[in-house]
């Protein structure tokens, strides 16, 4: 058997926010109990993304493809099972509680997801501004963008619901401005 043949890719399922403490943690464990033989890679799934601001000024910084989970590139072995489960913050592996890989296939679509580069006009929704619903129970609903947040890519928008202004959170896909 080829050494790069039985590495597969792991979907670990943690605490949203802590993808990065986890993955420096289960490095710092893999060091410490001699297991780099058994576990190659862990990694983050993250992009760069080029956010453009209010003055025109282009940015770039890291966004999480899939918040709350890590890649981890292992040797299907109870060993590394063990360490990956018990380790703290982590909920457990995608899909069922035994560690199952995820195809060559998808690891290479995620993977290749990781290269690209996403440009974001920051400017995108403002405060006042007039949207339509696109999605969710209020398709098709006129709305005045009360806050936006830009970190969530979410809204709060008013809407009139009854002949009353209902405050309606919806995220920036959900949306198109007028």
């Known amino acids: 058997m080829n050494v790069n043949n039985k590495y597969r890719w792991f979907i670990v399922h943690v605490f949203t926010g802590q993808e990065k403490n986890i993955c420096k943690y289960l490095a710092e464990q893999r060091k410490k109990k001699k297991m780099d033989n058994l576990i190659e890679q862990i990694l983050v799934p993250e992009r760069m993304i080029k956010v453009r601001d209010r003055k025109g000024e282009i940015k770039s910084k890291e966004k999480r493809l899939y918040p ?48 690209t580069i996403e440009e974001v006009n920051d400017t995108r929704f403002l405060e006042g501004q007039t949207i339509r619903i696109i999605d969710g129970p209020f398709t098709d609903f006129n709305g005045s963008i009360k ?6 890519e979410r809204l709060v928008v008013m809407v009139t619901v009854f002949g009353r202004s209902t405050p309606v959170e919806l995220s920036y896909n959900q949306v198109e401005l007028i």
Not at 86 to 99: I, N, R, T
Not at 147 to 152: G, P, Q, V
């Open 147 to 152: 806050e936006s947040n830009r970190e969530k």
């Open 68 to 115: 709350g989970y890590i890649m981890v590139h292992a040797v299907e072995n109870d060993a590394v099972t063990q360490l990956i489960a018990e380790s703290p913050k982590v909920m457990g592996f995608l899909g069922k509680k035994a560690a199952q890989p995820i195809t060559d296939e998808e690891a290479e679509k995620i993977l290749g997801l990781m290269e």
